[in-house]
């Protein structure tokens, strides 16, 4: 993925993630939903690594994680409409998606609740030699889970093919990192566990694709797992209605000025790329994407309700 790739995506991401915020302000979808605008470097980063039958498994906050692996936007715009023809036919919501063809295992409602998960996935890929690594994607708030601990502690010991991400937004929910870690270098956990760990900028997409790259390459070679943290900053609230009381405007402002499209923007003009059309066209192409993922949310039908108990067992 070369760099306007990237920026195509982001922009996607940013647009979708826009509309989801508008949407529910307006009152046409209901739920919850978390946003992960200023995040999607680590979304874009993370997938460009990926290899076509690697996993990834997601957050609560992981629409940017399922766009950047090539997740559907219609589809997913249906699911926040609750419509039949949504990832999860209606049922679950903006952190019940998933689709398995392209490797996303899906986001997850429970606070590193995919780690585990994650887990038996790369147990799985080293058991029967498939070769396919696993990356998980896990918020700072999320480290302090003992799930966080005992994943690790078994994926080190094992040797499985797995790569967490650390998605370092500076809060988990109103607690910033520095309130609710005694040790706020992240990375530095993996040493407890005799894993490399690593930090780098998150909103830097070329960055993040490289300490994925290089972690990947690991897990592949059996060396077992790694922890990346990525340094980022979530510019919106932590769900719908949030008044951000916790932290003020002139930190969010300094916020915006390093956010990621901004920075990959100033980027690409820095190896000449000066047509403000061709911007302007990235961010068009994404509104008219958007519209359209809309459009066919709304049109689609609602779930039956004779088909209320299926997919209840796994037989399903
Ligand atoms: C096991 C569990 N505990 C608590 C919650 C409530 N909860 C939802 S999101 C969240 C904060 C997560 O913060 P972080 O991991 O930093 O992710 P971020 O929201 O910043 O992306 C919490 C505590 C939950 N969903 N699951």
Not at 38 to 59: F, H, I, K, Y
Not at 100 to 117: C, D, E
Not at 258 to 271: S, Y
Request: hydrophobic residues 40%; negative net charge; aromatic residues 6%.
């Amino acid at each position: 993925m070369d760099d306007w790739a990237s920026y195509e995506r982001m922009v996607l991401i940013r647009c979708f993630e826009e509309a989801v915020e508008r949407l529910f302000s307006e009152g046409r979808i209901m739920g919850t939903a978390h946003v992960c605008i200023g995040q999607e470097a680590v979304a874009v980063g993370v997938a460009a690594a990926l290899r076509p039958g690697d996993a990834l498994t997601s957050t609560h906050r992981g629409h940017g994680h399922f766009i950047a692996v090539g997740g559907d936007p219609g589809r997913m715009m249906a699911e926040m409409f609750g419509k039949a023809t949504g990832y999860s036919r209606g049922r679950g919501g903006s952190q019940m998606m998933a689709d398995t063809a392209l490797g996303f295992y899906g986001s997850n409602g429970i606070t590193a609740g995919s780690m585990a998960f994650a887990c038996g996935l790369a147990l799985e890929a080293q058991h029967r030699r498939t070769g396919r690594a696993v990356v998980c994607i896990i918020g700072d708030g999320a480290a302090n889970e003992g799930l966080f601990h005992e994943s690790l502690n078994l994926a080190a010991l094992w040797r499985l093919p797995l790569v967490v991400i650390c998605e370092n937004n500076r809060y988990a929910m109103s607690t910033p990192v520095a309130a609710g870690l005694a040790n706020t270098r992240l990375a530095e956990r993996g040493a407890a566990y005799g894993i490399p760990g690593c930090a780098v900028d998150g909103n830097v997409v070329a960055d993040v694709r490289a300490a994925v790259e290089t972690a990947l390459a690991r897990a592949r070679a059996g060396s077992g797992p790694s922890l990346v943290e990525c340094e980022t900053y979530r510019l919106s609230g932590h769900s719908k209605g949030d008044p951000r009381a916790y932290r003020s405007p002139a930190e969010e402002a300094d916020a915006w000025q390093r956010e990621p499209i901004r920075h990959l923007e100033a980027h690409l003009r820095a190896a000449g790329n000066t047509d403000p059309a061709r911007f302007a066209a990235c961010r068009t192409r994404a509104e008219q994407a958007i519209a359209v993922a809309i459009r066919f949310a709304e049109a689609s039908p609602a779930p039956d309700p004779a088909t209320v108990t299926e997919g209840v067992f796994a037989s399903d």
